[in-house]
T-cell receptor, first 112, second 116 residues
Framework: TQLLEQSPQFLSIQEGENLTVYCNSS?????LQWYRQEPGEGPVLLVT?????EVKKLKRLTFQFGDARKDSSLHITAAQPGDTGLYLC????????????FGSGTQLTVLP | DTGVSQDPRHKITKRGQNVTFRCDPI?????LYWYRQTLGQGPEFLTY????????KSRLLSDRFSAERPKGSFSTLEIQRTEQGDSAMYLC??????????????FGPGTRLTVL
């Protein structure tokens, strides 16, 4: 059973389009992180959200944490080819020690 | 400000051999984690240290796997009698206990293990 469901699994769009990636769970998270990973490299942190309903912006990226701290979304405005990569959500489930539970990732390809 | 480093970046070994990986965390971080990632999947937790104490181990960590963090600084992950199913990217992460809610983990570049 996947504790963190991430969708879509694959996304291919044209440069300039907008997109949203979703991360859902039945578990409550004390915090949730979004990472981006390039082939052959480790995940690079984009953002941490902690408070239910929290919205954070990082240039063209907008991250939202659900009110109940069970889900999150990543919205990219006017995607660019440099946004291509694997986007991973990961959460620290309350009561499950310190390890992160990861979604299976969204492979984004932005075509010029 | 140096990030998490891992060595080697790539390791090719024959089935049955032992391998050891090293992780150097961000210097002020007291928590260190090992994860394993296979193709098309997100990382899966293996084990976690706070300072030199190993506080949590996943059921994925069979008795062929052992991790240490002497003196609470760098860590090593050893796999004995490697099997082809051990082929994966092994990721190390570190964090600083700021408070119970914001325990953000920063990852190293990983060690890609291929068992022939």
């Amino acid at each position: 059973t996947q504790l963190l469901e991430q969708s879509p699994q694959f996304l291919s769009i044209q440069e300039g389009e907008n997109l949203t990636v979703y991360c859902n769970s039945s578990s409550v998270f004390s915090s949730l992180q979004w990472y981006r990973q390039e082939p052959g490299e480790g995940p690079v942190l984009l953002v941490t959200v902690v408070t239910g309903g929290e919205v954070k912006k990082l240039k063209r990226l907008t991250f939202q944490f659900g009110d109940a701290r069970k889900d999150s979304s990543l919205h990219i405005t006017a995607a660019q080819p440099g946004d291509t990569g694997l986007y991973l959500c990961a959460g620290a489930i309350i009561g499950s020690a310190r390890q992160l539970t990861f979604g299976s990732g969204t492979q984004l390809t932005v075509l010029p | 400000d140096t990030g998490v480093s891992q060595d080697p970046r790539h390791k090719i070994t024959k089935r049955g051999q032992n391998v050891t990986f090293r992780c150097d965390p961000i210097s002020e971080h007291n928590r260190l984690y090992w994860y394993r990632q296979t193709l098309g999947q997100g990382p899966e937790f293996l084990t976690y240290f706070q300072n030199e104490a190993q506080l949590e181990k996943s059921r994925l960590l069979s008795d062929r796997f052992s991790a240490e963090r002497p003196k609470g600084s760098f860590s090593t992950l050893e796999i004995q009698r490697t099997e082809q199913g051990d082929s994966a990217m092994y990721l190390c992460a570190s964090s600083w206990k700021r408070d119970r809610r914001t325990d953000t983990q920063y990852f190293g570049p990983g060690t890609r293990l291929t068992v022939l």
